[in-house]
């Protein structure tokens, strides 16, 4: 916090602060100052005021209340207004711009986990959850609103204005409910930290269902070994199969499926050729490694708060491999408050379909998703 406080963001934004207490002292020169500060410090922040439709909306805030307002006192090219009024609504709309610098200046190039911390020091952790929605929702609003206008602008000549401007607004107001009720309908999806410790308290609150994803040799047993760490720790309950690599020699290999809470190994593939069990491309599955992990699993999932598995591939997409003793588990009402998955990034695409299909219980939960 102390170290913030010494930082050029914190100037900058004193600097803005103190302009809007004093603004209406000097309310030209304060702007003029602040801009240039904000020009020097982060001129990138300022892109928003490039756009023409921000500046039209300002002049019409400023503008439409003198006029239509209070008795007028004044005259500007032989249009009546009200003095009084326009200085207010002046002041307001520069303090309104002010302020935007301000917000501009203390978000600019922060990333989701440093205001996520920043929230959670305030006392407010569902700042991920809002922010998730939000990152949702903006775009398809935003999308629904540039259609319509593009809509509006090509037919309001071949009938009246008004008319027009009611089926527009009509036409809107069904997409946002439609908009609703589909976002009711899926589950929300944020970004969650990769500090252990980050992501524990992300999901306290909300049993989710987090996804971790990334290329082999990305580091995805490491982090989980480090989450199991952290979870422990704090006195957390954490079970589930850990999925261990295992070198057979030059060019060959074996994935092995440990039990977190035991510490229990059995192989589940590899890449040499055995007697007994069953091939999916390159990889040879060993003739008891699912009934195994089955086993596993179901002692592992019951009066957990965390369960992982690590990893659901091909085979379950088809609702082979751990699939059956999934099923079983996440089918009864008491299943773990947060559960985990590792997922290649070529099955992501099919994974909506998979949950909902073989486990409709996790895919209505909200979702955390982890790109290692």
């Known amino acids: 916090m102390f170290k913030w406080l010494k930082s050029r963001r914190a100037r900058v934004t004193f600097a803005l602060f103190l302009a809007i207490l004093t603004l209406n002292y000097h309310p030209w020169l304060i702007p003029l100052l602040s801009f240039g500060l904000v020009f020097v410090t982060y001129p990138q922040t300022l892109r928003p005021l490039k756009n023409w439709k ?11 209340i003198p006029i239509f307002g209070r008795q007028p006192d004044a005259h500007f090219w032989k249009i009546p207004y009200n003095e009084t009024l326009l200085h207010q609504t ?23 986990s440093q205001l996520s911390a920043f929230f959670r020091r305030l006392g407010i ?58 976002l009711s309908q899926t589950p929300t999806q944020m970004t969650g930290s990769r500090d252990p410790a980050v992501l524990i308290q992300q999901v306290q609150t909300v049993p989710s269902l987090i996804i971790l994803t990334g290329e082999s ?38 994935q092995v499926n440990q039990r977190i809470a035991t510490g229990e190994r059995h192989a589940l593939n590899t890449t040499e050729a055995i007697s007994g069990g069953f091939s999916v491309g390159k990889y040879s599955f060993y003739p008891d490694a699912f009934d195994w992990a089955s086993q596993q699993l179901s002692e592992a999932a019951p009066g957990q708060e965390w369960v992982i598995l690590d990893e659901i591939g091909p085979l379950e997409m088809q ?11 996440f089918s009864v009402r008491q299943i773990p408050s947060q559960v985990l998955i590792t997922v290649r990034p070529g099955l992501l ?6 949950l909902q299909k073989y486990l409709p219980g996790l895919h209505r939960r909200p979702r955390v998703m982890i790109r290692m």
């Open 125 to 182: 952790p569902q700042f991920d959850r809002i922010y998730g929605v939000s990152k949702e929702t903006v775009p398809k609003a935003k999308s629904i609103l540039q259609a319509r206008y593009g809509e509006f602008k090509t037919n309001r000549r071949r009938a009246g204005t008004l008319g027009q401007i009611i089926d527009l607004f009509t036409h809107i107001l069904a997409d946002f409910v439609r908009l609703a009720d589909s």
């Open 54 to 64: 921000f500046w039209i909306t300002i002049v019409l805030l400023v503008i439409l």
């Open 90 to 112: 002046s002041l307001m709309a520069i303090r309104g711009i002010l302020v935007f610098l301000l917000f501009q200046v203390l978000t600019w190039e922060l990333h989701q």
């Open 319 to 329: 609702g082979e491999g751990y699939m059956p003793a999934l099923m079983e588990i």
């Open 349 to 354: 695409d099919e994974l909506d379909t998979f």
């Open 217 to 254: 040799g990305s580091g995805k047993t490491t982090w989980l070994t480090r989450l199991i760490t952290t979870l422990l720790e704090a006195n957390i309950s954490v079970d589930g199969l850990l999925s261990l690599r295992e070198n057979r020699g030059e060019n060959h290999w074996r």
